[in-house]
Each structure stands twice: as C-alpha cells, then as structure tokens.
C-alpha cells in the first residue's frame, strides 16, 4: 500500500517562506512522477508543481513560477515544495500526489497517489 505524508505547513506572514516535504512509503518513485496541488475553500483543487523523479524535470503553474521550488531526494523517496515569497493567495491545503506513470501532468486525475493534505495560511 503506497502512502503519501505531508509535513511543513502553517502560518506565516505574507512574504515569508514555508518548505513543504511528502515522504512515500510503500514503493520507490524513482522511476516516475510526483507533483503538489493545492485547494482553496469554495474552489477546485489547482496544479501547483511537479517534478520527474528520473531526471528531475519540473512543472510549475504560472501562479508560483519564481517564488516555488520542487526538489525531490531519491534516497529518501521525498518530494519538498520551497515557498517563498508568500501571498495570501497562496492560502490553501497542499497535497501531495504521486504517478506510476513516468510523466506528469497538470491534471489531477493523472495521479494514482494522494497524501492527506497540510494547510497553509498566509496572513496579509
């Protein structure tokens, strides 16, 4: 049984910066792909980034382009999500998804995997 768990979220003032980490267990990643959403009360779960873990590739929504970092440690099976720069946009709960596919996608049915989600709050 694949598990996805996120950690790192919180509250932080606008222009600061949180690290989000997702550790998989269950199997190794390190052929596939792994990505971040985030969902907004009242709004649709949005695609943030996402990364290959075979090359290391990356994806990232226009929203966070420049201020959000994906990394993946392919010893620890562990995706991060550096944020910086936070807006109060940025409020949301963050997931963590995973693929058995060896691309990403955008799209969250593109993913077998779903952690249970961290919230993060931006104060203005």
């Known amino acids: 049984q694949v598990q996805l768990v996120e950690s790192g979220g919180g509250l932080v003032q606008a222009g600061g910066s949180l690290r989000l980490s997702c550790a998989a267990s269950?199997?190794?990643?390190?052929?596939?792909?792994m990505g971040w959403f985030r969902q907004a009360p009242g709004k649709e779960r949005e695609f943030v980034a996402a990364?290959?873990?075979?090359?290391?590739?990356?994806d990232y929504a226009d929203s966070v382009q420049g201020r959000f970092t994906i990394t993946r440690d392919i010893a620890k099976n562990t995706v991060y999500l550096q944020m910086n720069s936070l807006k109060h946009e940025d409020t949301a709960v963050y997931y963590c998804?995973?693929?058995?596919?060896?691309?990403?996608?955008?799209?969250?049915?593109?993913?077998?995997?779903w952690g249970q989600g961290t919230q993060v709050t931006v104060s203005s």
């Open positions: 269950g199997r190794t990643f390190s052929g596939y792909g």
């Open positions: 998804a995973a693929t058995g596919l060896f691309d990403v996608s955008r799209r969250p049915g593109w993913y077998d995997y």
């Open positions: 990364i290959r873990f075979s090359d290391g590739s990356t």
